[in-house]
């Protein structure tokens, strides 16, 4: 079984890397399907900020436009690019997603946090900026402790079942100690999944946690390495093969341009690791 896991996609007016914000996302669109055709997977997990703030962030002409107005490009992105993915897509949102719990389900059709479960795996798709929603003056968001009781529904719900962690961030040295113990004691419980940073790295934790690993899956909008090639556009694939669990991320191939002239990407795979 293999899942895909993408996150701070930031569709936005800003042409990242010499690409319009449509060919970026369009390239997207045909990445995920040809990625699909060359090896199917079961569904793309999406793990939050979405839309560069453009909802919410009030600065600037171009912001603010759910708070606002009214108008949710989160909804666009979902109905002109999401609807074609090649598979199902679940989605929880990011710091820049400040939807109130209403507002969120009516537009994407589900909880701020949820549990997906794909054959013996579950994904616990956690909300961590769930606090000071709606906030009426501008803020990057504001992070929410992990939900414990979330999580232990669903080892109680699924005995037997691998299980992993989902949030835009896991925020792990100022997380409570209850959810530290849980990650730590509760051997079902595999690795943790965030993006937030826009980088790919996978970050062994100490003996806080068990020593097991938060894998960051990416970006596909800007880098926040100095030298943006070494964590490029891509996603963050988990490989199920009974009980072997592996990951890896996958960078596609891409013409851009840094600033100096186009540059090739090449399609490739880096920061892979065995995680049981």
Request: aromatic letters at 12%; a negative charge; glycine letters at 8%.
């Amino acid at each position: 079984m293999k899942v895909l896991l993408l996150s701070d996609i930031h569709l936005c007016h800003i042409p990242w890397y010499g690409m319009s914000p449509e060919a970026r996302m369009e390239k997207l669109v045909r990445d995920l399907c040809d990625e699909y055709e060359r090896e199917p997977y079961e569904a793309v997990l999406m793990l939050g900020d979405y839309y560069y703030s453009l909802d919410y962030w009030e600065v600037g002409p171009l912001y603010g436009s759910y708070s606002n107005g009214g108008v949710s490009n989160t909804a666009r992105f979902l109905r002109d690019y999401v609807k074609r993915f090649p598979c199902p897509a679940y989605f929880i949102p990011g710091n820049h997603e400040q939807y109130t719990h209403e507002d969120w389900e009516r537009i994407t059709g589900a909880k701020r946090s949820f549990v997906v479960t794909i054959g013996d795996a579950v994904f616990v798709m956690l909300d961590n900026f769930g606090e000071n929603l709606n906030a009426p003056v501008h803020n990057h968001g504001t992070y929410s402790f992990s939900d414990t009781g979330l999580i232990r529904n669903a080892i109680k719900q699924n005995p037997g079942k691998m299980v992993f962690l989902c949030a835009h961030d896991f925020a792990l040295g100022s997380e409570r100690d209850e959810f530290k113990t849980l990650v730590r004691e509760e051997d079902a419980i595999i690795a943790m999944f965030a993006g937030h940073t826009h980088k790919s790295e996978i970050i062994w934790t100490n003996d806080e946690y068990g020593s097991k690993p938060l894998c960051r899956a990416g970006n596909y909008s800007y880098s926040s390495m100095p030298n943006p090639e070494d964590s490029m556009w891509g996603w963050r694939e988990i490989k199920i093969d009974g009980d072997k669990v592996t990951t890896a991320y996958v960078v596609p191939e891409s013409m851009v341009n840094f600033g100096a002239g186009e540059v090739k990407i090449d399609s490739h795979r880096q920061d892979a690791a065995e995680l049981t």
